[in-house]
C-alpha cells in the first residue's frame, strides 16, 4: 500500500502563488508516476501535471508556464509550484502516484484563488 500526504494549500488572491507538498510512503518502487489532479466546483477531476521517476513531465496546457511540478525521489515527495494564480484554478488538489497499474491518491487539499 501507499499512503500520500498533503500540504500546502489555502486561499490566496489572483496574480498569487502557493506551493503544494506530498509525502509519499508504503511500497513506493523506484520506478513510477508522481502527479497532481484538480477537481474544480462541479467538475470532474483532471490532470494538472505529473512528473516521472526519470524526471520527465506533463502538464496540462492550461497550467504550461505558471505550474512547475517538481520530485524528491530520496524524500518520494512532489512539489507543485503554482504561480499567477487564476480563479479558475480553485479546486481540490488531489496528489497522485500511478506505479504498477495502480493508482493511488491523497485525500485533497483545497485552494481557493479569489479576491
Known amino acids: 500500500q501507499v499512503q500520500l500526504v498533503e500540504s500546502g494549500g489555502g486561499l490566496v488572491q489572483p496574480g498569487g502563488s502557493l506551493r503544494l507538498s506530498c509525502a509519499a510512503s508504503?511500497?513506493?518502487?523506484?520506478?513510477?508516476?508522481m502527479g497532481w489532479y484538480r477537481q474544480p466546483p462541479g467538475k470532474e477531476r483532471e490532470l494538472v501535471a505529473r512528473?516521472?521517476?526519470?524526471?520527465?513531465?506533463n502538464y496540462a496546457d492550461s497550467v504550461k508556464g505558471r505550474f512547475t511540478i517538481s520530485r524528491d525521489n530520496a524524500k518520494n515527495t512532489v512539489y507543485l509550484q503554482m504561480n499567477s494564480l487564476k480563479p479558475e484554478d480553485t479546486g481540490v488538489y488531489y496528489c497522485?502516484?500511478?506505479?504498477?497499474?495502480?493508482?493511488?491518491w491523497g485525500q485533497g487539499t483545497q485552494v481557493t484563488v479569489s479576491s
Open positions: 497522485n502516484v500511478d506505479q504498477l497499474l495502480r493508482k493511488y
Open positions: 512528473i516521472f521517476s526519470g524526471g520527465s513531465t
Open positions: 508504503g511500497s513506493i518502487f523506484s520506478s513510477n508516476f
